[in-house]
């Protein structure tokens, strides 16, 4: 079992930046894909990125394109979602996810292993 654990959400205003991190104490991280998804209240859950394994495939969904950029450390099993120029409909439970696969998904469903979602709030 693969346990992530979010942290790095918080409460920030219009225009800010955040950096959320996943940590994953195992060490086959480095074969996983991660993606960081997101839902607000009454949404369904949405993607926001994933990077693939090596970390030099990424993608992002168009809404935060040019404003998100995610990044892993394979040596110390931590994947980075940093937040620039935030807007008030980037506020959401964040969650991070693991896929036993090399490349991401935009499918949650195709996500094996989830952390507990971190808030992330933004402030108009």
């Known amino acids: 079992q693969v346990q992530l654990v979010e942290s790095g959400g918080g409460l920030v205003q219009a225009g800010g930046s955040l950096r959320l991190s996943c940590a994953a104490p195992?060490?086959?991280?480095?074969?996983?894909?991660m993606g960081w998804f997101r839902q607000a209240p009454g949404k369904v859950r949405e993607i926001v990125g994933y990077?693939?394994?090596?970390?030099?495939?990424?993608f992002y969904a168009n809404s935060v394109k040019g404003r998100f950029t995610i990044s892993r450390d394979n040596a110390k099993n931590t994947m980075f979602l940093q937040m620039n120029s935030l807007k008030p409909e980037d506020t959401a439970v964040y969650y991070c996810a693991a896929r036993s696969f090399r490349g991401g998904s935009t499918n949650w469903f195709e996500y094996d292993y989830w952390g507990q979602g971190t808030q992330v709030t933004v402030s108009s």
């Open positions: 195992e060490r086959t991280f480095s074969t996983y894909a």
């Open positions: 990077i693939a394994w090596s970390g030099v495939t990424t």
